[in-house]
């Protein structure tokens, strides 16, 4: 059974840091991009950053460039997500997402064929 599992969210004053960890299971993710996605009480999911198989290609949402930094580790089947200068509008519930097999890490999450269960991540003013 395939699982992703998410970890590291929690609260944290405004130009606070967090890391966000996913671990794979079931599978290995080693040739699939992988994404993040998020969700603010009453918005619809968003998505974050996303990541090619190998690292090489990485792609952000205008709101978190330059702030957030999304990064693997193969031989872990895990992929991160670095948060810094967090802000109140990041406040959300947070999903990892992995593609099925070789493809583009796409910004369109309709092209995810797994998911995590997310984690919550609060930022206070």
């Known amino acids: 059974q395939v699982q992703l599992v998410e970890s590291g969210g929690g609260l944290v004053q405004a130009g606070g840091s967090l890391r966000l960890s996913c671990v794979a299971s079931?599978?290995?993710?080693?040739?699939?991009?992988m994404g993040w996605f998020r969700q603010a009480p009453g918005k619809e999911r968003d998505f974050v950053a996303s990541i090619s198989w190998n690292g090489g290609t990485t792609y952000y949402a205008d709101s978190v460039k330059d702030r957030f930094t999304i990064s693997r580790d193969n031989f872990k089947n895990t992929v991160y997500l670095q948060m810094n200068s967090l802000k109140p509008e990041d406040t959300a519930v947070y999903y990892c997402a992995a593609r099925g097999g070789i493809g583009y890490p796409t910004q369109q999450e309709a092209n995810y064929n797994y998911w995590g269960q997310g984690t919550q991540v609060t930022v206070s003013s």
């Open positions: 079931g599978r290995t993710f080693s040739n699939a991009p």
